[in-house]
């Protein structure tokens, strides 16, 4: 969901803040003040600052990119039906569809980060914001499948620029805030879903697939038309040289949050060391729990999208029992049963944060996916519409409470020099999951639904005992 983010920027846990709360803000206000030869750099800055109105305005600006992008995922389970009355496509054909999103998103990643480190984050953000408004129009008008899947390819092709807003916001954010900003992130992915589901009961029943590919582009480009008024990271300035920059964009934070900016020179924040690698995650002391964490990345991801579009499946399934003769794809009713399942995100998101408080990230993992497999073995069994429906909403939630505790657990487990190449490598096996799933619950699930349903509940068991043999979370990781 999530962001499956290939340039991820390690945050620390969004739990456990209140006891840290007043002793954090101490610490920051020392570190900035207390300095003998007057320097500082962008960080110490930005804690001083702390959150305010400016970090408002940014949040709104990034979350309109998460939403676009959850909107983008929302609408693959809603086209593959589509196009079968439009075009008669094959289920692997429509399998397609979605698996060529998420390529175009994994060979897109590293074109994206060369791109932002070289001319800015906010730049490579203004050409996403563009090209992916233009592919989602470009594919609205699609005159054949081949047309289709090739648009598709470059929307994820776009979307792949979508860690590079994270990189902007947590270059913006007080230390002590970055993990709470993940939880508002999540929710505004879960609010990118819920929107797109209301859009297409709007549109779709008078507008069909088109209008609803077209639309689905507002908030981005909405981002597009406020991108203007996006601020460059003032740390992107700063580790490139460009101090006066730099010290512009401080002084507009420290204006906006009315705060007095910090007197004395700026100097660049240290960086970690350039010379850890990829195989590093591989050394003898992390490889096995390297191991796991690609693994249960990778199931989390095969599982979330998997339920996004066995969901629509079960409904398709449903309406050509009672219309046996007519191509039928989606009815109001389906609509608002989406609705109410893809809601189940945000008590998902929620009711994790409260777990995790009580039993710590490594046994939420588990204990979630435990509820995922019996979620998955009822669904095999119930028929009816309300124990369908039902049985969905647990299983969304909880998958949605998976990935956010997998995105704060991950960056503790490694050291600080290898957490955002860890990350990145979870990405990749998350991706790589995302791109699998299709082949599953579209392909598969047209042949027996059993067979299609028990794969989840088997990956979900295996995920739950890789959790089970990580290493425990580090409980002073701030």
Known sequence: MYYLNNDAVAVPSAVNFGQ?????STLELKTVSINPDDTFTVQQAINAFGFGWFHVKLSLLVGLCWMSDSMEMAILS???PALFCEWNVTKLQQASVTTIVFLGMMLSSSFWTQLSNRYGRKSALTLFGVLLVLYSILSSVAPSYAWLLTLRGLVGFAIGCVPQSVT???EFLPTKHKGKCVVLMDCFWALGACFEVVLALIVYPYYGWRGLLGLSATPLLLFT?????????????????????????????????????LMGRLIADEEPSSTESFRSLLSPSLYRTTLLLWFIWLASAFCYYGLVLVTTELLVARNKEN?????????????MDLLWITLSEFPGILMTIKVIKLFGKKKTIVLQYL??????LVLMSVNSRFSTSLTLFIARGTI??????IYVYTPEIYPAALRSVGVSGCSVLARLGAMLTPFV?????????????????????LASVACAFLPRENLGYH
């Not at 840290?20 to 954090?24: D, I, K, Y």
């Not at 038309?225 to 580790?239: K, Q």
Request: include cysteine; charged fraction near 15%.
């Open 20 to 24: 840290r709360e007043t002793h954090s």
């Open 78 to 80: 809603i086209l593959g």
């Open 168 to 170: 902007l916001y947590a």
């Open 225 to 261: 038309l406020l991108s203007p008024w996006l601020s460059e990271s003032a740390r992107y300035y700063s580790s490139n040289g460009h101090s006066d920059k730099a010290i512009r964009v401080l002084e507009q934070i420290a204006h906006n949050n009315k705060r007095h900016m």
């Open 323 to 335: 219309n046996p003769n007519e191509c039928v794809t989606f009815m109001t009713s389906d609509f």
């Open 371 to 376: 509820l995922l497999v019996m979620c998955t």
């Open 400 to 405: 949605s409470g998976i990935f956010q505790a």
């Open 441 to 461: 619950a579209q392909v598969l699930m047209d042949t027996s639904k059993v067979q299609a349903i028990s794969t989840y509940a088997v990956v979900g068991l």
